[in-house]
């Protein structure tokens, strides 16, 4: 954005910050402001060993970005069917949040966004010790949200006593619950590879088994908690059994990169999506963006590669968006080419601007 707009001969003062709403890119928007990254191998959301970050703040938090190692663009896109969404599990998650709490982390913030599981945050759960047992006493072998059915008992006692004594934030903008008509395996299922209706009511059915035994383990009904289903439940798995939290994932990230103060000097805001669309009007990152710039009297443009329902809605949400295709494509050469699209809309853009006589 910065380079197309540059190119355009537009004359402003350029502030770049990036902004992520717990989804991908989390993980970088939080070490552009200072931290560290540390490697672990773990295990992708199909048990095959990787390579994951997680990165510590410099007063000493953790951040978790569970995409990196539960995500969707972790699992080759000719492998995302209706088998990988019964398997898909968050255990490599556990993994990335053990090894943090191995190097003293107090503080969690887990991004959940980007997710291929839906399994209630199992198979997180079980790699910091919790052990899901089936009708003969055996703990089961898969945590995908397909196999929640067979969990009959869950036994607290191996969990991680250090995962008690933490701050856990669940940054999310989700406001869908674990289970449901607006729940995870309804909503986000069917992109994450479960493209029958029988398979969507396998997982509805298999959450909704699951949240039921957690409420008899536990006591607690965290099924309906808005924003538990986000990241296929793994959101309300992480509320039934750790002293978490959510909160808004672009309010947490435009508050750690000081978005207020660079907002009181500014007289634009230019943010981007890949699509536009119903969900992005739920707490995307854009209308969080947006929300904040609108209060300070701050207009926002929007670069989209997609557009789907009434642009006088989004501008009413205070985001005039500016789609970035210059001709018809296909989505993959969208997103191959998204460096060149957004770059080039940018500098348009710019022109505008300089048509106009735009100053603020």
């Not at 004359?11 to 490697?39: E, H, M, N, Q, V």
């Not at 008509?181 to 069917?190: L, T, Y």
């Not at 798995?237 to 990169?257: M, Q, T, Y």
Request: aromatic fraction near 4%.
């Amino acid at each position: 954005m910065a380079r197309g707009l540059t190119t355009s001969g537009f004359d402003a003062t350029l502030i770049k910050l990036p902004i992520a709403d717990g989804g991908d890119g989390t993980l970088d928007a939080f070490l552009s402001a200072g931290g560290s990254r540390t490697p672990v191998r773990v295990h992708d959301p199909l048990g095959h060993a990787i390579n994951a970050d997680f990165g510590l703040l410099d007063d000493g938090t953790a951040v978790i970005e569970m995409a990196l190692a539960s995500g969707l663009a972790r699992i080759d896109p000719v492998q995302v069917n209706p088998n990988s969404a019964l398997i898909a599990s968050t255990f490599g998650t556990g993994e990335l949040i053990r090894a943090a709490l191995d190097h003293g982390a107090k503080r969690i913030i887990i991004g959940l966004g980007g997710s291929a599981t839906t399994d209630g945050g199992a198979g997180c759960l079980a790699a910091l010790g919790i052990r899901f047992l089936d009708v003969q006493g055996r703990a089961i072998a898969q945590f995908g949200g397909g196999f929640l059915d067979q969990v009959s008992k869950i036994d607290l006692d191996g969990l991680d006593p250090r995962a008690r004594g933490t701050e856990w934030i669940i940054a999310t903008d989700v406001q869908n619950p674990a289970i449901g008509e607006q729940g995870a395996a309804r909503v986000f299922a069917p992109q994450k590879g479960a493209f029958d209706h029988a398979t969507v009511e396998r997982l509805e059915n298999n959450l909704r088994h699951f949240f039921d035994l957690v409420k008899h383990t536990t006591s607690v009904d965290v099924s309906q908690i808005p924003g538990g289903g986000a990241a296929g439940a793994f959101a309300a798995g992480l509320l039934a059994f750790l002293p978490a939290r959510i909160a808004s994932g672009i309010d947490l990230l435009l508050d750690h990169v000081s978005f207020d103060v660079h907002l009181a000097d500014a007289n634009l805001v230019i943010t981007s999506e890949g699509r536009i669309d119903a969900q992005t009007l739920g707490g995307k990152a854009p209308l969080g963006v947006a929300r904040r710039a609108a209060a300070r009297g701050v207009p926002t443009i929007a670069l989209v590669g997609g557009l789907s329902g009434d642009s006088a809605v989004l501008v009413e949400q205070g985001i005039i968006p500016f789609p970035i295709t210059s001709a018809p494509m296909s989505l993959q050469d969208a997103v191959r080419d998204a460096d060149t699209l957004v770059a080039s809309a940018a500098q348009r853009l710019g022109y505008l601007l300089k048509l106009t006589k735009w100053d603020g």
